[in-house]
Nanobody, 121 residues
Framework: QVQLVESGGGLVQAGGSLRLSCAAS????????MGWYRQPPGKQRELVAT???????NHADSVKGRFTISRDNAKNTVYLQMNSLKPEDTAVYYC???????????????WGKGTLVTVSP
């Protein structure tokens, strides 16, 4: 019914930049908050950033000043601009959306399959 597909991951040197995208598709009536989590190797998944449908954002302290979340509501897409990347940013990055379907009466979370970001020293 709903797919969230991430793109933009890859290998980059420390200090470099990447831009992740996540597009939601399917029988979507509306999307509330969207966001990004990441899971570093051998560690638990952690919040990176979130953005509401009105554009209010929240960024984890570890990425403030370096990462910026944004979204295009017309395209059901959320972005994560990552600058000044560090080796400790290496992780699988997952996007999510709080989505209401035409076929449902309640909002639930949907997740992408993840995209790998590797930052070399």
């Amino acid at each position: 019914q709903v797919q969230l597909v991430e793109s933009g991951g890859g290998l980059v040197q420390a200090g470099g930049s990447l831009r992740l995208s996540c597009a939601a598709s399917g029988n979507i009536r509306g999307i509330h908050a969207m966001g990004w989590y990441r899971q570093p190797p051998g560690k638990q998944r952690e919040l990176v950033a979130t953005i509401t449908s009105c554009g209010s954002t929240n960024h984890a302290d570890s990425v403030k000043g370096r990462f910026t979340i944004s979204r295009d509501n017309a395209k059901n897409t959320v972005y994560l601009q990552m600058n000044s990347l560090k080796p400790e940013d290496t992780a699988v990055y997952y996007c999510y959306g709080e989505i209401l379907l035409y076929s449902s009466s309640y909002v639930r979370d949907y997740w992408g399959k993840g995209t790998l970001v590797t930052v070399s020293p």
